[in-house]
């Protein structure tokens, strides 16, 4: 059994004098008897949130739950102790009862079309009419989110294009919210957004393709953006590979050049923006503090992207951070990450579910 833990310093936000305890898996502000104190002069962040993750998935599929596990303790070994796993072909819910995992909440698998997306990753429907009713199977099956693959190359027109029609899209965002769950669509291009976002999607992917009208869209009706930074700069090597269709290839180029602007954009606007890795594939796990400084990279200040990585993502997907009775998930600081962020790199500890990792 884990031993009440003791930390104190300061909120590595605000800089405010902190002090708190856990009590089981729990943070206390008042002294919990018995506890071992950790630090007693650090600088305190509530545990990171990966918003776009897939621990189900690796180069070739056909990943283990061993090999999950494995893909996740990186990630919390990192500081990233809240998951939103956007798709998986793995039900990695069994990894909920190892106490060293970070917490997760998922979709089921990804939603899309033959030959629309990479193969095997997610449900590929044959009749896009019927795209509503799946989208209600992969609710079920999830943690509250399904989700849909808005874009993709079409080998016969050359280029990204959508998926689905306006109704299609439409008729799902409804089904997602009659089960209760909330909806996200991975896009690259602009084609798909403005059908996407006028349905009501609750978040968009990467966004690479946004523009000014379809982020002022977004940030009047709240539309969440996860832009994955580290994933966009893939998009040169996937350009290289796609000798075959030369206006696909320059298309990624010029969206990889634009992605700083557009989530400059997007803050600017209004927009909620928050950290995602999209590890699993083509980013390995265990980068969240790469995805947080690439954001400020793009000209985004320190605490916004510290804020986005934190207790914006959590207040975002209804979990706590470091009131009273929140899972006791932190991070200890040898230095205020507001002044470098490479301290992030270093913790002196991280505490998941108030075990010390």
């Known amino acids: 059994m884990t031993p009440p833990l003791h930390v104190r310093g300061r909120d590595a936000l605000t800089g405010e004098p902190l002090e708190l305890w856990t009590d089981g898996e729990v943070i206390r502000h008042d002294a919990v008897p018995g506890a071992v104190t950790v630090a007693d002069d650090a600088w305190l962040l509530p545990g990171l949130v990966d918003a776009h993750n897939h621990v189900g998935i690796a180069p070739g599929l056909g990943v283990t739950m061993g090999q999950a596990r494995e893909f996740a303790l990186a990630d919390a070994r990192a500081g990233a102790l809240l998951i939103r796993e956007v798709g998986s072909p793995v039900d990695t819910h069994p990894l909920d009862a190892d ?20 193969r095997d990753y997610g449900v590929e429907l044959d009749d896009p009419d ?11 099956a999830g943690d509250g989110w399904v989700k849909l693959v808005g874009d993709w190359i079409d080998r016969e027109v050359g280029d990204l294009a959508p998926l689905w029609t306006d109704a299609q899209v439409s008729a799902a965002v409804d089904a997602a919210h009659d089960e209760g769950a909330r ?6 291009g602009t084609d798909a957004l403005p059908g996407l976002i006028a349905a009501g999607v609750d978040c968009i992917e990467h ?11 977004m940030a009047e009706r709240g539309t969440a953006l996860v832009p994955t930074l580290i994933q966009v700069d893939n998009f040169p090597g996937i350009a290289d590979s796609a000798d075959r269709f030369p206006t696909y290839a320059a298309h990624m180029r010029a969206l990889h050049a634009a992605a700083p602007s557009v989530v400059r954009a997007a803050v600017e606007a209004g927009v909620p923006v928050y950290t ?7 980013v390995g796990h265990g980068r969240i503090v790469d995805e947080i400084v690439a954001l400020t990279g793009a000209g985004l200040s320190t605490t916004i ?9 959590r207040r975002w997907l209804s979990a706590g951070a470091l009131a009273d009775g929140d899972r006791a998930d932190l991070i200890v600081l040898r230095a ?16 998941s579910g108030g075990a010390v990792l």
């Open 305 to 313: 992207v510290l804020r986005a990585a934190t207790v914006d993502a």
């Open 276 to 282: 995602g890795t999209d590890a699993g594939g083509f």
């Open 336 to 351: 205020d990450p507001r002044a470098d962020l490479d301290v992030l790199r270093a913790p002196d500890a991280v505490i």
């Open 183 to 188: 909806i996200t669509a991975h896009v690259f």
């Open 99 to 118: 106490p060293r995992c970070p917490r997760f909440l998922r979709a089921g698998r990804h939603i899309a079309r033959p030959k629309r997306y990479l």
């Open 207 to 217: 966004g690479t393709g946004l523009t000014d009208d379809l982020i002022a869209a």
């Open 130 to 140: 019927s795209l509503a009713d799946e989208v209600r199977r992969q609710a079920r």
